[in-house]
């Protein structure tokens, strides 16, 4: 049959404000957690990532969350900027099994001037 | 360093034919791994190399195969090409087994007529 695109959920916010895109993952055993961002006509580009040891880690102007309890990550992004315009990817992995990576159906970010 | 590269970055192929897509890792990485990204299932994984063995394989068809060589470069075929074959073809390089970041090429877009 014909396929149906995926329907990324999009997430507006005002330049200068703070986002926040959520991810569930599926997998109890994945240990290693890693968020992408992805613009048009490019390959993902790794973020930040955080490992099931922890459950905060920070960047520069980003923040990963991880709640082992629900299996729920979040990427805060203070200060959003246009040029953070793009869609974003949680990824999961268990890191017994290779680099393999499972990826989340994305979030489009749109940042509104 | 240099980043991942792909060639070609866009190729238009018809159906029953075949392709070969190419992958270079960033210098020292030992892992490579391959991921299908379309609108209607997203960024799906194909399978992964480390040091010229497969470690891993996605659930695609037989038509899908890898290989890398001893310099980690890393070639993927698709056989028998089928319009639903059309995607961008992502490859991600890492310098571990296991666990590590994982950088991506720009992809291939590949398009079946």
């Known amino acids: 049959g014909e396929s149906v695109g995926l329907h990324l959920p999009t997430l507006s916010v005002q330049e200068g404000d703070n986002s926040i895109i959520n991810c569930a993952y599926s997998n109890s055993a994945s240990d290693y957690f890693i968020w992408y961002k992805q613009e048009s006509g490019k390959g993902p580009q790794f973020i930040i990532d955080i490992r099931s040891n922890m459950d905060k880690r920070q960047g520069q102007r980003v923040t990963v969350l991880l709640n082992k309890t629900v299996k729920h990550l979040s990427l805060q992004i203070a200060a959003t900027q246009p040029g953070d315009s793009a869609v974003y990817f949680c990824?999961?992995?268990?890191?017994?099994?290779?680099?393999?990576?499972?990826f989340g159906t994305g979030t489009q970010l749109k940042v509104e001037l | 360093k240099a980043g991942v590269t792909q060639t070609p970055r866009y190729l238009i192929k018809t159906r029953g034919q075949q392709v070969t897509l190419s992958c270079s890792p960033i210098s020292g990485h030992r892992s490579v791994s391959w991921y299908q990204q379309t609108p209607g299932q997203g960024l799906q994984f194909l399978f992964e190399y480390f040091s010229e063995t497969q470690r891993n394989k996605g659930n695609f068809p037989g038509r899908f195969s890898g290989r890398q060589f001893s310099n980690s470069r890393s070639e993927m075929n698709v056989s028998t090409l089928e319009l639903g074959d059309s995607a961008l073809y992502l490859c991600?390089?890492?310098?571990?087994?296991?666990?590590?970041?994982?950088?991506f090429g720009p992809g291939t877009r590949l398009t079946v007529l």
């Open positions: 991600a390089s890492s310098q571990g087994p296991r666990g590590g970041e994982q950088f």
């Open positions: 990824a999961e992995a268990f890191t017994g099994g290779g680099n393999k990576l499972t």
